[in-house]
């Protein structure tokens, strides 16, 4: 039983479930990416270069026999493949971009003070000071 309980310790940590949420948006996202690029990106590119479908695309290694079906390298498939992963980086880039520009910009430690004030004549005196240059009154080691 202590597995179990270990298991659901780790499950349910604030960065696996954000990972995991993560992970399905991105799959969503990603068949959008690959509907606009196969649907609405190689359409026009491929009327400019001639009416080329790239997901058509193949190279026949050996041809259809009445026992085996033909054995094909898809390149044109892998080009809508590639633009996929070009289209998604760059939005991913993109939105990283802005995330980063809206975030807070944290603000630096405020650094020592490297003077004190004279307990005696309120005069502003060296941190390390061990007597007041002013009034010469013995100070506390800082």
């Given at each position: 039983?202590q ?7 780790f ?15 991105g ?10 690029v ?17 997901s ?8 259809k ?20 992963f070009?289209?998604v980086?760059f ?36 941190i ?15």
């Amino acid at each position: 039983m202590q597995i179990l309980k270990e298991f659901k310790e780790f499950a349910m940590r604030g960065n696996v479930v954000d990972m995991a949420v993560g992970i399905i948006i991105g799959s969503a996202f990603g068949k959008i990416v690959s509907s606009l690029v196969q649907d609405v990106i190689m359409p026009p590119i491929g009327l400019i270069m001639g009416n080329v479908d790239f997901s058509n695309l193949v190279v026949t290694l050996k041809e259809k026999t009445e026992t085996a079906e033909a054995i094909t390298l898809k390149y044109g498939v892998f080009i809508n493949t590639i633009l996929d992963f070009a289209i998604v980086a760059f939005a991913i880039f993109m939105l990283i971009k802005q995330i980063n520009r809206l975030k807070k910009k944290e603000e630096a430690p405020a650094p020592e003070p490297a003077t004190k004030e004279c307990p005696q004549c309120c005069s502003i005196i060296p941190i390390k000071a061990l007597r007041c240059p002013h009034c010469t009154s013995e100070l506390q080691a800082a």
